[in-house]
């Protein structure tokens, strides 16, 4: 468990360093999405990453893959900012529960995701849909680059993995 949190407060720290700067920059009203929220919730990354961990029981892996995806949204789509208005229900859950739908052999439901996440049913299949579309639906990552990505990730927090 111990391990979990310091691999969560790293991911959050990640998140938060990326939100501070993208925060601090203008952004027009066309390179806002679907994702963005018209304010950013109350709750911190980190909390938000342990309430999903909390009640998804997925795996360390799921949280290294959603990184990996929210980068290649990033680079596939550099007009989609990750700011405090997005981050956290939109690309953040979506992109944990896409990995887990597509590492883990058990998940649940689009309805249990959305109330853990903090939406409704049908925002979060709305939400799904468009973020399978901008990443291609290519969810596939290869191994060594997942594990260059994990070392580069526990580096940065100076944690191990089992």
């Given at each position: 468990m111990q391990q979990s949190n310091q691999l969560l407060a790293t991911v959050a720290n990640?998140?938060?360093e990326i939100i501070k700067e993208t925060d601090a920059l203008e952004i027009e009203q066309e390179s806002q999405s679907y994702?963005?929220?018209?304010k950013a919730p109350s709750i911190s990354i980190h909390n938000y990453l342990q309430r999903i961990a909390k009640y998804?029981?997925?795996?360390?892996?799921?949280?290294v893959i959603a990184l990996i995806y929210l980068d290649r949204l990033q680079e596939k789509h550099p007009y989609l900012v990750l700011n405090s208005k997005c981050i956290h229900r939109q690309f953040l859950l979506l992109a944990i529960m896409i990995a887990i739908k597509y590492q883990d052999d058990d998940y649940y439901k689009n309805e249990y995701y959305a109330k853990?996440?903090?939406?409704?049913?049908?925002e979060i299949f709305i939400l799904e849909q468009e973020f399978l579309e901008l990443m291609d639906h290519q969810?596939?990552?290869?191994?060594?680059?997942?594990?260059?990505y994990?070392?580069?990730?526990?580096?940065?927090?100076?944690?191990?993995m089992p």
């Open positions: 990640i998140l938060d994702f963005h929220a018209n998804t029981h997925c795996s360390e892996q799921c949280f853990v996440g903090g939406i409704s049913v049908r969810l596939f990552i290869d191994e060594q680059y997942y594990f260059l994990e070392k580069k990730l526990l580096e940065y927090g100076e944690i191990e």
